[in-house]
């Protein structure tokens, strides 16, 4: 009987207004995590693998969820961001380290996506790609600095829906079903080493240092934005209510991200490799080579989805760089506060966004800072994972609600399976 009305229990927290009253940090998390870079990503795997690499969607499904729902009950236990444990308990050194990883990595990536979104609307309508760049970066950046937190992210959220764009463009081609399911529960496994830097960029894109940075800061924005909110080694009271709604939250919006990936490779695959157009390197590319085998509409809808995905990504870039840097350095931070409150966090935030268009001028190439984005994040998520890890287990900074069981497993699995693809990548590239 207690078993029954536990699972009632759970099921209720799954229907209506209580499930969007549940998602806050992690869909937005999630849907950000199918930025331009992630795109042109799993555009290029459909197109070069076909279905054959899709089952690596399937596998990073419970990795990428529990390493989310880890960097959330940091934030939530402990009222602190990720960089600020690691500030408050570990060598200086180490926070140095990640710190500037994450923040060269997000602003490469943070470049790469404005370029794509300029480019979708350069395909869309023509025009200057790089005034368009100018212009979303001033978009991103003025948007995350001078609206309020709470109507900032409710954009967040209505912006997720842009995502659905890709889930309509899997609707109008014709994917050979039979095909595709095999793909997605039969792993294939090839010594090319094409293969796993693809496999490697695609963990890097999906299961992304920002975005465990990003997702425990809004923890911490949360408590701070709603009064009878406290860190949960403060108030252990509130626990029980606040991990289960981090879980739903967690697992809705990564099931969302992956879908939304599973869509495009699905996509990509039926036609593009069916075609035999295999080099794909942008999310531009995609869609103006899907033009003429899926036709106009598929076109449209999937270079708008590259700029609503972008709107949504780039201040999550920037606003985790931010945290992690002003978190570093023991700064004022949080979106809630007004610009003059938190002068070097909003500082930092149009920094970072200035350095995506930067880059974007600069002689690097934007085809390849798409792809190669995606692939530093998977190197530098390693040991940024680690970190969590053991920021997580620890008692003494956790207390009663140090991670245990199977998430603690999932955990570390997820970080193990990191290390192995990214050592997977540097050692077939070293024998060839």
Known sequence: ??????????????????????????????????DPSGI???????????????????????????????SARIGRTTGCGVAANLRQHYPKWILQLIVFSVVIANAINI??????????????????????????????????????YARYVSVLRWLTFALFA????????????????????????????????????????????????????????????????????????QGKSALRRIRIDTFIGMAFSNL?????MFTTAATLNAAGTTDIQTSSQAAEALKPIAGPFAFTIFSLGVIGTGLLAVPVLAGSAAYAICEARKWPIGLARQPLEAKAFYTTIVIATLSGVAITFSP???????????VINGIVAVPVMAMMMFIGANQ?????????????????????????ASLGMIVTSAIT
């Open 1 to 34: 009987m207690q078993h029954k009305k536990h699972a009632s229990g759970w099921l209720g927290q799954l229907t209506g207004s209580r499930v969007f009253k549940a998602l806050g940090p992690g869909l937005i998390t999630g849907a950000a995590d199918d």
């Open 40 to 70: 042109a990503t799993y555009s290029q795997a459909g197109a070069q693998f076909g279905f054959a690499i899709t089952w690596t969607l399937l596998f990073t499904y419970p990795l990428m969820a529990a390493i989310q729902e880890i």
């Open 111 to 148: 470049g790469a996506d404005l370029g794509a979104m300029a480019d979708a609307v350069t395909l869309l309508v023509g025009g200057p790609a790089l005034i368009y760049v100018i212009l979303f970066g001033i978009v991103c950046a003025g948007l995350e600095v001078f609206i309020p």
């Open 166 to 237: 890709y889930f309509g463009t899997v609707l109008v081609v014709k994917v050979p079903w039979s095909e595709a399911i095999k793909g997605f529960f039969i792993p294939t496994l090839s010594p090319d080493p094409e293969f796993w830097t693809v496999v490697v960029a695609i963990f890097g894109t999906t299961i992304s240092p920002y975005l465990f940075i990003w997702q425990a800061s809004q923890e911490v924005e949360e408590i701070d934005n709603v009064a009878e909110r406290k860190p949960l080694i403060q108030s252990a009271r």
């Open 260 to 264: 939304v990936a599973l869509a495009i």
């Open 364 to 374: 690097l190439d934007p085809i390849k800072a798409l792809f190669w984005s995606a």
């Open 396 to 420: 003494k900074i956790m207390k009663d609600f140090a991670i245990a069981g199977p998430l603690k497993y999932i955990g570390w699995v997820a970080t193990a399976v990191m290390a192995a």
